[in-house]
């Protein structure tokens, strides 16, 4: 159907005369009888009136298949992560790119663009070059937030451009986006508590625990991590009070998959036990730095092969709290394993010095299974 016989079609429906609906738009009744009977086209000016007037977008107005178009931008979104994934950003940035031409309205994918460029930027050691990608990606972000009405989208674009502002100093515009979010009261994930019923509602109370509990164990792990103190201000934790901290966490965890099934959770006991690593370092504790480096490589392992799937396999959650919960593919979360971090960890921290160059050796042979083949020659430069 083309758009003179939508237009005939969609007034019909609104029982509506041609004389109407040129009333409306301020022009001829014979302007309209020429679309209809497909002698002209209507000016582009009018075609977000037309669809104001009939309740559409103005897609189902020029008969763009909606359906077609949002299988399409989600095939795109999915090749370009998958190449995010493999650290192939400039693939990545170049299918988007054709893509926003195709579909330059589409906010999914300028918000997908965005995190692109800021995966660029973070690699990018040249200023000249990261202050351009930086200005695109705030230039991305804030046309979403003027025009884009979903809020999944725009919540990711305040988060790209929050982290952005506050790479270029920008921290007063940062401040000023989270200002206008709100608290922690009444959300989505509280709402869904109370409308969900019977197995759904447990599946997403469950959910939400694991989400909660991660967040927190995060801050408790950090609570020192980046504080500027200013002139007599002292920290509020000492080293050996951040490695007790590190310790609570691993505590908790422990309290909470008793059965030793940790899922997403090796996340945290990796960081926290990579932490009591370095600190029995400095400590010149080298028995007990040894084991915790162990334990840190163990969890950093079972992160990868548990939540970094290649995959449709899914694993379950066994513990009291999480039982029959699924394990999240969190592959997507960042284009590196963690096992490559800790490698990078590795080579920068000269562990070689402190424990036997066997036991390094094993731990690194083992991580290098998580690791993109494209991305090892990043840890060695």
């Known amino acids: 159907m083309n758009i003179g016989e939508t237009i005939k079609k969609l007034r019909k429906q609104k029982d509506m005369t041609q004389e109407q609906l040129a009333e409306y738009l301020n022009i001829s009744t014979q302007a309209v009888s020429k679309w209809e009977t497909n002698l002209t086209l209507p000016d582009i000016t009018l075609v977000p009136m037309l669809a104001n007037i009939f309740d559409i977008s103005a897609d189902v107005l020029l008969g763009i298949d909606i359906t077609l178009k949002k299988e399409r931008i989600e095939k795109i979104e999915k090749e370009a992560l998958n190449y995010l994934f493999k650290s192939q950003y400039e693939e990545a940035k170049k299918i988007l790119r054709g893509a926003l031409k195709e579909y330059p309205n589409s906010y999914r994918l300028m918000v997908n663009l965005a995190l692109t460029l800021r995966n660029i930027a973070w690699n990018t050691k040249a200023e000249t070059d990261k202050k351009a990608l930086n200005e695109e990606i705030i230039s991305l972000c804030e046309r979403i937030l003027a025009e884009c009405t979903d809020d999944k989208v725009r919540n990711v674009a305040i988060q790209y451009l929050c982290y952005t502002y506050c790479d270029i100093g920008e921290n007063e515009k940062a401040m000023d986006l989270v200002n206008k979010l709100p ?33 927190v164990l995060r801050e408790i792990m950090y609570l020192n991590y980046n504080c500027t103190l200013t002139d007599g201000e002292i920290a509020a934790y000492n080293p050996d009070e951040v ?95 963690n096992s490559w971090f800790l490698l990078q960890r590795i080579e920068s921290g000269n562990y070689y010095l402190y424990f036997p160059s066997e036991e390094v050796r094993a731990i690194k ?17």
């Not at 009291?320 to 979360?333: A, E, H």
């Open 365 to 381: 042979k083992e991580l290098l299974k998580y690791v993109n083949p494209a991305d090892i020659y990043l840890i060695y430069q």
């Open 183 to 215: 608290g922690n009261g009444v959300n989505s994930d509280y709402l869904l508590g109370v409308i969900l019923k019977g197995t759904e509602k447990f599946r997403h109370k469950q959910k939400q625990i694991v989400n909660d509990m991660g967040a």
């Open 243 to 337: 490695a007790a901290l590190q310790s609570k966490v691993i505590d908790i965890i422990n309290i909470l998959c008793e059965d030793g099934n940790f899922g997403s959770f090796s996340d945290q006991l990796s960081h926290a036990h990579l932490h009591l690593c370095d600190f029995n370092i400095q400590k010149k504790d080298y028995d007990a730095a040894l084991q915790h480096f162990k334990l840190g490589a163990q969890h950093t392992i079972l992160y990868d092969a548990i939540c970094r799937r290649d995959d449709d396999t899914e694993e379950e959650y066994t513990s009291l709290i999480f039982r029959g919960m699924k394990v999240g593919n969190l592959k997507y979360i960042s284009p590196h394993s």
